[in-house]
């Protein structure tokens, strides 16, 4: 089955830096890679996705990448506002059976200091 | 539109009890999916139910259960709970859960067992 792994698993960073979280993935059949915030106390809701057919997405301070030879992709947060602290996640999307279950990384938490 | 109502929102249990936990997903919606989040294990895929149907399973002993009605409500139940049940259990809805779907996570049943 797939195998997603998450780096680094904690980020601290300054407010108004960039932040870089990368993932990578094992099943060359996967085709999609959405990433999801999770902050305390909610669950996770969707920020950007990407499809293999596209290697860069960007939608205002965040943009996705994605490296289909090397099987990595990676979320890049511009601009950090202390809002943007939370847990983030990655996942790849491949097919099991009739439908295409996500496996998630482990997830970054994600600390911007004032 | 509405998004993936989950009850309860917390519950307290002692070992040996069963428990059910219900999710409600986005109109229209007809696959939901079920996870484990846990701080030492993360995002763990429970099942899938898609027409009152279980399509996928995960890794879980057969004391998790689940089931899916008509008007695609889905109830998940763990009987003769452990310690280690202690979790965040989340529900996400798609559409048909097909390739590419997005999933949308409800707010989380937080289930402590003692």
């Known amino acids: 089955g797939e195998n997603v792994e998450q780096h680094p698993s904690t980020l601290s960073v300054q407010e108004g830096d960039s932040a870089v979280i990368k993932c990578t993935y094992s099943?060359?059949?996967?085709?999609?890679f959405p990433w999801y915030k999770q902050e305390l106390g909610k669950g996770p809701q969707l920020i950007i996705d990407?499809?293999?057919?596209?290697g860069e997405k960007k939608d205002q301070r965040i943009a996705v990448t994605l490296n289909k030879t090397a099987k990595h992709f990676s979320l890049h947060i511009t601009e950090t506002q202390p809002e943007d602290s939370a847990v983030y996640f990655c996942?790849?999307?491949?097919?099991?059976?009739?439908?295409?279950?996500?496996?998630f990384g482990r997830g970054t938490s994600l600390i911007v200091h004032p | 539109k509405a998004g993936v109502t989950q009850t309860p929102r917390y519950l307290i249990k002692t070992r040996g009890q069963q428990v059910t936990l219900s999710c409600s997903p986005i109109?229209?919606?007809?696959?939901v999916s079920w996870y484990q989040q846990t701080p030492g294990q993360g995002l763990q895929f429970l099942f899938e139910y898609f027409s009152e149907t279980q399509r996928n399973k995960g890794n879980f002993p057969g004391r998790f259960s689940g089931r899916q009605f008509s008007n695609s409500r889905s109830e998940m139940n763990v009987s003769t709970l452990e310690l280690g049940d202690s979790a965040l259990y989340l529900c996400?809805?798609?559409?048909?859960?097909?390739?590419?779907?997005?999933?949308?996570f409800g707010p989380g049943t937080r289930l402590l067992v003692l």
């Open positions: 996942a790849a999307s491949g097919s099991s059976g009739g439908s295409y279950i996500p496996t």
């Open positions: 109109s229209g919606h007809r696959s």
């Open positions: 996400a809805s798609s559409l048909d859960g097909g390739r590419g779907e997005t999933q949308y």
């Open positions: 099943d060359s059949a996967s085709n999609y």
């Open positions: 990407i499809r293999s057919n596209v």
